[in-house]
């Protein structure tokens, strides 16, 4: 289990972290949602010791991060990495061998990786020739290529298409099935939503909400519910409590409390039948907008 307790950062007289604390269990994959400047590389590269805290503790199974550890992390920064002159699958097993796989079992690895995430065409290609696509999916390669006991990986579907991503979706639930910690952050939210088990939403260098998905669903959803009867529903506008927010013929999407949800239902069988009547979950889109409520600039991920 990967653990943040109490992380801060200054950049000069910025806060920029400010008591960040969460945990990435082994075996879940964790999503790490934010807008630009929230937090959320800066908060990475304290993981992996490329930058230090001024204040708190990283841990593993509840031991501080040392050097040695931080060697069997997987990390793949927002940023290009990769030798650009480089054939993609020598590239790779370059990476494996520095730490520590044999030329053979490096090549076994770095092959089996080209052909998982789909790149075998492109595997004696130079880096710097391969798609942005292509380049996306060989750094997610290099962050797995050492077999990682845990994964950091910063924007790993930024600029994928639809089936890359499906791709790399399945590698990164592979490895969490091994029993791996998986960290990642993206702007995608429907991505975020689809993949992860669980979410760490981080605003203004703070994290403003943690938890499952259903859990954030529990505590920041609204009441709201879509009833689907054979009977016209605009007597539903006239109902105490009830904010109608969608509304056409016979169906209907309302927000109210639960005593007044089932009243509306009571009545609208009085009425007629009715063939649908569905609380509805919120969106981590929905979720994030009520999350960051009070910062507008951020609302922006959400859309």
Known sequence: MLELHGISRSFGDR?????????????RLTGFVGGNGAGKTTTM?????????????????????????????????????LYPKMQLVEHLTYLARLHGFDRQGATERAEALVERLGLTPRAKDPVESLSLG??????????????????????????????????????????????????????????????????????????????????????????????????????????????????????????????VAQHVLTAALARGPVRAFTPLRPSLAEIFRDVVADEPDLQEVAR
Do not use: K
């Open 45 to 81: 590269r304290i993981i992996l010791g490329v930058l230090a805290p001024h204040g708190g503790t990283v841990t593993v199974d509840g031991a501080p991060v040392v050097g040695a550890q931080r060697a069997r992390f997987g990390y793949m920064p927002e940023e290009r990495g």
């Open 134 to 259: 292509n380049q996306q999916r060989a750094q997610v390669a290099a962050a797995l290529v050492h077999d990682p006991d845990v994964l950091v990986l910063d924007e790993p579907f930024s600029g994928l298409d639809p089936m890359a991503v499906e791709v790399v979706q399945g590698v990164l639930a592979e490895r969490a099935a091994q029993g791996v910690p998986v960290l990642f952050s993206s702007h995608q939210l429907d991505v975020v939503e689809r993949l992860c088990d669980d979410l760490v939403i981080i605003a203004g260098g703070q994290v403003r909400a943690a938890g499952t998905r259903e859990e954030l669903r529990s505590r920041h959803g609204s009441a709201r519910h879509e009833i689907v009867a054979e009977g016209d529903m605009g007597w539903l506008r006239d109902v105490p409590r009830v904010r109608v927010d969608e509304l056409a013929g016979g169906s209907a999407v309302f927000e109210a409390p639960a005593d």
């Open 15 to 27: 806060l920029v972290l400010d008591d960040v604390s969460f945990t990435v269990g082994r075996g």
